[in-house]
C-alpha cells in the first residue's frame, strides 16, 4: 500500500494551527524557506523534493498535535491551558 504525500493546502493548514510561521516550519524541518514558501503556493502535491516533503511532514507530526486525513483532510489538536 502506497502512504499518501502531503499536499500543500495541508501543511499551510497544520502550519496555522500550530501558529507557525514559515521561518518556524524550515528551521523545525531542516528544509529551506524558499521551499516551504514554494510548498504554501501549491494546494495540491508540491513539486518540490520527496525528502523535503517528509522532513516536513515528520516535523509537523513530531509536535503530537497534527493528524492527516486523506488527500487534503488534517487535524490540528489544540493547546491545553
Known sequence: MNKQVITGIQ????RSGLKWSAQDL?????VGLSTVNKI???DGIPSVRIQNLVAIERALLATGRVRFEGE????VQPFEG
Open 11 to 14: 501543511v499551510r493548514m497544520a
Open 26 to 30: 524550515a528551521e523545525k524541518s531542516g
Open 40 to 42: 504554501d503556493r501549491e
Open 72 to 75: 487534503t483532510g488534517v487535524f
